[in-house]
């Protein structure tokens, strides 16, 4: 079991703790809600990989994409997280940071949970 937890973090100081499975982000009935009209309903995915202990992240073909430290990805490829990345899902930003503890609890985001 991994001693690091994975937490996006919006620009207005919230923090979502991502769980070690796969999550989707959107505006509606997703793990991870953004309320933004910029983010498509089913926008894009965050895949947790037990075999490197890595989360990754993929667009699923929305209009406005998903950047990864400014950068837009390819629609359907996944991209490796790496610490202190800066995520935009259409134009909401949220900066990846590591944070230290085990993770035996259930995971927060996995309840819906609203984007700032």
Same mark, same amino acid.
């Given at each position: 079991? #991994?001693? &690091? #937890?994975?937490f996006?973090v919006? #620009?207005?100081? &919230?923090r979502?703790?991502?769980?070690? !499975?796969?999550? %989707?982000?959107?505006?509606?009935?997703?793990e991870?809600m953004?309320? #933004?009209?910029?983010?498509?309903?089913q926008?894009?995915?965050?895949?947790?990989?037990?075999?490197?202990?890595?989360?990754?992240?993929?667009?699923?073909?929305?209009l406005?994409? &998903? %950047?990864?430290?400014?950068v837009r990805?390819? !629609?359907?490829?996944?991209?490796t997280?790496?610490?202190d990345d800066?995520?935009r %899902?259409?134009?909401?930003?949220?900066?990846g940071t590591?944070s230290g503890?085990?993770?035996?609890a259930?995971?927060p985001?996995?309840?819906k949970?609203?984007?700032?």
């Amino acid at each position: 079991m #991994s001693l &690091t #937890s994975w937490f996006l973090v919006s #620009s207005g100081g &919230t923090r979502h703790r991502l769980p070690r !499975e796969m999550i %989707f982000v959107g505006r509606d009935d997703c793990e991870l809600m953004l309320q #933004s009209r910029s983010v498509d309903k089913q926008h894009a995915v965050i895949n947790y990989e037990p075999s490197s202990d890595e989360h990754k992240v993929k667009d699923l073909g929305s209009l406005n994409g &998903t %950047f990864v430290n400014d950068v837009r990805i390819q !629609e359907q490829m996944y991209i490796t997280l790496k610490i202190d990345d800066k995520l935009r %899902f259409g134009y909401d930003i949220l900066s990846g940071t590591w944070s230290g503890g085990l993770s035996t609890a259930p995971s927060p985001a996995s309840s819906k949970k609203q984007g700032g």
